[in-house]
């Protein structure tokens, strides 16, 4: 981890970040789900320049078995960077900080599962981050959360993710790369936007209280626009299976799991080098 | 964590849920008051610095081992700090010998954050030769003997052994490292502790012990340094919080920093 340092400019004079964008603007997002094939649930998101893929697996048998839990099911989540996703090669063995985000990550997001409906099983989930720009745990949340909802597991709620923070003592919605390492605070922040409740909460860097409740109330916001983008992805993916099986046919677009839109298929993997 | 006590949890949960309606606790404390602090330091004298804290019956023992290495590529003006934490077996029938899992990580991951991004050491001044020689700094928690809130303990430790780690003058001649005989501070340059609350039904208690902790699902724990500034917070555990409870426990966390500042690095000369 590096050392928050204040040294060129982050905000212009006219007021404008590194990539041009307004303090309070968020990077562009994109999200697609049902991106994989054999996961019974799967996303990608486009976060900026970061691109993540994540894929659920489950309900299904625990390996190993002695991990099964008799009243819920065992969640699991697994956050980790392709050895290309970072400027310098990153050593593909999980890193300590890896370890822990996948932790919080899994604590923020299982709150949202109905556990209880599946006892003995497991349900895991896996994020690959293949490029990263800073905010890669906000974007994995967000995208894990849709890969939940495309595998039909029931869920509470959509968890979504946005990060706000402090450069050039500025407080500034969604935190690149650059602004996250140059900067002088990161406050990642994950709700359950029904509820309001924040259930994953971290930062690093320095703030008085006041920037610290500025830039928690400005993250989420954040979170509820980008909340906005899940429930639309969701919406594109089965408003399309509806179409394909007739519009009669289905009546719950949520309930419809299992076949994947061949053509949103193939457009995502000619996107995106998913070498394996 | 689980309760390894033999009485089921949820007994105790229940008996925690019903106390908290009264204000009350397990153990007789209010609701923001922590359990009895005691601190000893430089008991280990093959160490830099030491510092053994107990929190109630939490013991937690930190020791500071500073050698020469080469700095990150990227900061090569500055010495290097190292958290590693280890929740050794004898702590807890919970924990398990081997390499550190995820509560270690996020325990030593979480110190390091607050002593990082508070700048307590000035690394500017552990760099010898910029580039190619710094000073690192291990910070190594011990976790001996586990009853909740690893956190605030080890933070606490962490920074008094930092606080009163010596080691050897040096200085730079041709190129060469030489030390002296005469002992010289760590360079400190601020102070950071952390503060753990837990939420039971809808109110926030300082310190949670190893019960409150096996009964409560949401925790935050807050960094706050010599200037009253935030440098590092964690939620942990599958719980939640509202915003306006987690403005609240910035309000109390700067609080009891005051406090904890005043008891325990009052006796202490840096």
């Known amino acids: ?107 923020a997001v299982e709150p949202s599962v109905f556990t209880e409906l599946f006892p003995r099983t497991g349900i895991d989930v896996f994020i690959e981050v293949l490029q990263s720009d800073g905010g890669t745990r906000c974007a994995g949340i967000t995208v894990a959360s849709v890969a939940l909802a495309d595998a039909g597991i029931p869920l509470r709620d959509l968890v979504v993710a946005c990060a706000a923070g402090k450069i050039d003592d500025q407080v500034v919605l969604d935190l690149n790369d650059i602004e996250d390492q140059k900067g002088q605070a990161d406050l990642p922040v994950a709700i359950s936007p029904r509820t309001g409740e924040v259930t994953l909460l971290q930062m690093d860097g320095n703030m ?56 949103e298929n193939q457009h995502e993997s000619e996107g995106e080098a998913t070498n394996e | ?35 009895e602090i005691k601190v000893e330091t430089g008991l280990i004298g093959k160490a830099n610095g030491s510092a053994l804290v107990s929190l109630g019956n939490t013991k937690v023992l930190v020791g500071i081992k500073i050698e020469t290495g080469t700095p990150f590529p990227d900061t090569p003006e500055d010495g290097v700090l190292t958290v590693n934490a280890e929740l050794v077996p004898m702590a ?19 110190v390091d954050r607050g002593i990082r991004e508070s700048k307590a050491i000035d690394t500017k001044k552990l760099c010898i030769v910029p580039g190619k020689l710094v000073f690192i700094t291990f910070v190594d928690i011990y976790v001996l003997d586990f009853d909740g809130n690893l956190f605030d303990a080890s933070a606490l430790a962490s920074m008094l052994a930092l606080t009163t780690a010596k080691m050897k003058e040096f200085s730079l001649e041709d190129g060469e490292l ?48 010599d200037a009253g500034n935030i440098c590092a917070t964690q939620k942990s555990k599958t719980g939640s919080f509202m915003p306006q409870e987690i403005i609240e426990a910035v309000k109390i966390a ?12 009052g006796g202490l000369t840096p």
């Not at chain 1, 500025?214 to 594109?236: D, N, P, S, T």
């Not at chain 2, 089921?8 to 922590?34: A, W």
């Open chain 2, 178 to 225: 030489s030390y002296k005989d005469s002992l010289i501070s760590l360079p400190l340059q601020n102070h950071v502790f952390e503060v753990t609350m837990a939420k039971i039904g809808d109110k926030l208690v300082v310190d949670p012990s190893l019960e409150e902790e096996s009964a409560i699902n949401a925790q935050i724990t807050i960094a706050v340094d």
């Open chain 2, 254 to 265: 700067k609080n009891k920093v005051i406090e904890l500042r005043e008891k325990v690095l």
């Open chain 1, 1 to 107: 981890m590096l050392s928050k340092k204040k040294s060129e400019k982050l905000i212009s004079d006219e007021g404008l970040r590194v990539d041009g964008r307004k303090l309070d603007e968020l990077r562009p997002i994109k999200i697609e789900v049902g991106t994989l094939e054999k996961a019974d649930g799967s996303a990608y998101i486009e976060w900026g320049r970061n691109k993540i893929m994540a894929a659920v697996y489950g309900p299904r048998e625990v390996h190993p078995r002695h991990l099964a839990l008799p009243d819920r099911t065992l969640f699991r989540c697994r956050y980790h960077m392709a050895p290309f996703s970072t400027e310098e090669r990153k050593n593909p063995a999980p890193s300590r900080r890896e370890i822990e985000l996948s932790k919080v990550i899994r604590e």
């Open chain 2, 92 to 110: 807890s029938p919970s924990f398990e010998a081997g390499p550190p899992r995820e509560e270690g990580i996020e325990l030593a991951r979480v």
């Open chain 2, 1 to 35: 964590m689980s309760d390894s006590y033999g009485i089921p949890v949820s007994i105790k949960t229940k008996r925690i849920d019903e106390l908290i309606v009264q204000d009350k606790r397990l153990d007789g404390r209010g609701l923001l008051d922590y359990r």
């Open chain 1, 208 to 263: 008085s209280s006041e920037e610290y409740e500025k830039a928690l109330y400005l993250a989420l916001e954040g979170c509820k626009q980008v909340h906005a983008m899940q429930r639309e992805a969701l919406k594109k993916k089965y408003a399309t299976e509806q179409e394909v099986a007739g519009e009669a046919a289905v009546g719950e677009a949520e309930t419809s799991e299992g076949e994947v839109s061949e053509a």
